[in-house]
């Protein structure tokens, strides 16, 4: 048995079964593909993308070909990548040699040449129809080539349409339920499945069901969640898939979303991140009007800030947006620091935050008066009038351990949090200690808007959100959102900001306001 080596793989032959072998001479001339190499590597993809294999008695008597025709010196790495995590994420025989790596390459274009002939078969031998075939079959899978492999769960199996439908189908029956799947559709995180309950009575038992349906299913702390379908006696079942299957969440996502959103200067829309299925999740942060972010440590608080602060500076110019920054961290908004947008210098301590916050309390009050003067009540009747007010929003990082230092700091938090929404002026507050101490009376009762992200126990999920379900998140951004008070908390998946993002999005803000600087000389020069 050799050691796996490109060098060994590139001067070596491949080949497949004698069935599979007489497919692919067929597909060559039915797809109008001039080599056996074209079809093989066809093949070899449409079966990665799929889960462990079932048939393991496969012959080797198809006919060799050398690898130089079936891979490139560019992609072999590419696809030694995927045969090998393949294998990984699917619990199948472990490639880590030449001979595995042949073996694993033969069963591979076996099933692969196999479905691609029934999917050339229920094309009716429409070239046209067959790519839309695999397509939609795309659609279908499982992202398990996009999701990280983890160590712990590696050997977790992503399970194919048909049996994710039957395994949940059978966790179903031992909770007592009775359903049809209908659908599914994978998220970046959970798959989601149409459940059709012919007996609408059974609506009860799944929903009382759900913590055993979560054991049935094997996900430990987390659980599905359900939510209304949209045909007659449907719901919508969310089950949590493991780490090894999830498709990140990252800054491209973000710039798309950007890039659909027009900017509107009188709305401050935040994107976290996106929703269960992976379409963008926003929401407005000036109607809101306050947020408090709640989750235990290394659940993603301040990734999701990072992410609330880049939507609003990568949207409104900082003419119209400032930003008031405390962050007694003093690691997490240093990166700020210097940019046209900062209302003030970062705060870092309780008492330069202290001092902010007096200072944001007068420029309430003075707001105030400038609206009483023209003859308005509010920053969006002021702008109107041209009464050039700048937004500002206030995010405070670990605002509970400032209180706990500084009783003061609260006082200045309640003020602005009972009458800052029509000055203008907003407050996201951010803590991993969601306790009835820190979160309670006026406080609470003033930032309506919360996000929860994990937290270790039902009680912190009920005082974010007043309601237990945070407890079962996934962690690592898997968040509960709710924008307005008495909704039902969305779910949401943020989007992963790295600092080199945050960086990219400031060095952009510099240069556009160069380019206006520039263009505006121009024009008055
Ligand atoms: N949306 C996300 N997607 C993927 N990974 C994430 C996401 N958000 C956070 N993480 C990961 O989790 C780690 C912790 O995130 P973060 O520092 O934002 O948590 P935190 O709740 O602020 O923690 P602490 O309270 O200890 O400061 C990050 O280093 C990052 O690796």
Redesign the pocket.
């Known amino acids: 048995m050799s050691k796996l080596s490109l060098q060994q793989i590139m001067i070596s032959r491949f080949r497949t079964s004698a069935e599979a072998d007489s497919i692919t001479v067929a597909l060559m001339s039915k797809l109008g593909l001039s080599t056996k190499a074209n079809v093989a590597r066809l093949a070899i993809g449409r079966s990665l993308a799929l889960g462990a294999f079932t048939d393991n008695g496969i012959d080797s008597k198809g006919l060799e070909i050398p690898a130089s025709v079936l891979f490139t010196q560019e992609d072999v790495k590419v696809w030694v990548g995927l045969v090998v995590t393949h294998s990984m994420t699917h619990g199948g025989d472990v490639v880590n040699s030449m001979d595995t790596f042949r073996v694993a390459v033969r069963k591979h274009w076996h099933r692969g040449a196999q479905l691609l002939l029934e999917d050339w078969d229920g094309s009716s031998g429409n070239f046209e129809k067959f790519l839309e075939t695999l397509v939609i079959r795309r659609a279908d899978l499982p992202d398990v080539a996009a999701g990280r492999v983890s160590k712990k769960d590696s050997l977790v199996k992503v399970e194919e349409p048909q049996n994710a439908s039957a395994i949940l189908l059978k966790s179903l029956a031992e909770i007592g339920v009775i359903a049809e799947i209908k659908g599914l559709i994978h998220g970046p995180r959970v798959t989601r499945y149409k459940v059709f309950l012919p007996d609408i009575n059974q609506l009860d038992k799944l929903r009382k069901g759900l913590e055993r349906l979560g054991l049935a299913l094997n996900l430990q702390q987390a659980q599905p969640t359900l939510s209304p379908g949209n045909e007659a006696k449907t719901v919508s079942l969310d089950v949590p898939r493991p780490q090894s299957t999830w498709t990140?969440?990252g800054f491209a996502q973000f710039r798309s979303w950007l890039a659909a959103t027009p900017s509107n200067g009188d709305q401050l829309i935040v994107y976290p991140?996106v929703d269960v299925l992976g379409k963008p999740y926003s929401f407005d942060l000036a109607t809101a009007p306050h947020l408090l972010v709640g989750?235990?440590?290394?659940?993603?608080?301040?990734?999701?800030?990072?992410?609330l602060i880049l939507s609003l500076l990568s949207r409104i110019p900082s003419t119209v947006l400032k930003l008031a920054l405390i962050d007694p961290?003093q690691v997490?908004f240093s990166v700020y620091q210097g940019s046209d947008y900062l209302y003030r210098e970062v705060s870092t301590d309780a008492s330069s935050a202290r001092e902010l916050l007096l200072e944001l309390v007068a420029e309430m009050e003075a707001r105030y008066h400038k609206f009483m003067t023209a003859g308005v009540s509010n920053i969006l009747e002021a702008r109107r009038k041209q009464v050039d007010l700048p937004y500002i929003v206030v995010f405070i990082e670990?605002f509970a351990d400032l209180i706990f230092v500084d009783k003061g700091i609260e006082d200045q938090i309640v003020r602005l949090a009972q009458k800052a929404r029509a000055a203008g002026i907003h407050l996201v507050l951010?803590t991993?200690r969601p306790d009835a101490k820190t979160f309670s009376g006026l406080i609470r009762s003033n930032i309506p808007a919360r996000i929860a992200?994990t937290v270790q126990k039902s009680t912190e999920s009920k005082i974010i959100l007043d309601e237990s379900g945070a407890e079962t998140l996934l962690?690592?951004?898997?968040m509960l959102v709710k924008a307005k008070p008495g909704s039902q908390p969305e779910r949401s998946?943020?989007?992963?900001?790295e600092r080199a993002d945050i960086e990219a999005v400031l060095k952009e803000n510099r240069q556009s306001d160069v380019l206006h600087t520039i263009s505006g000389r121009r024009r008055t020069g």
């Open positions: 990140p969440v991140g989750g235990t440590t290394g659940s993603g608080k301040s990734n999701c800030l990072h992410a961290k997490e670990e951010a991993q992200l962690g690592l951004g898997d998946h943020g989007v992963r900001i």
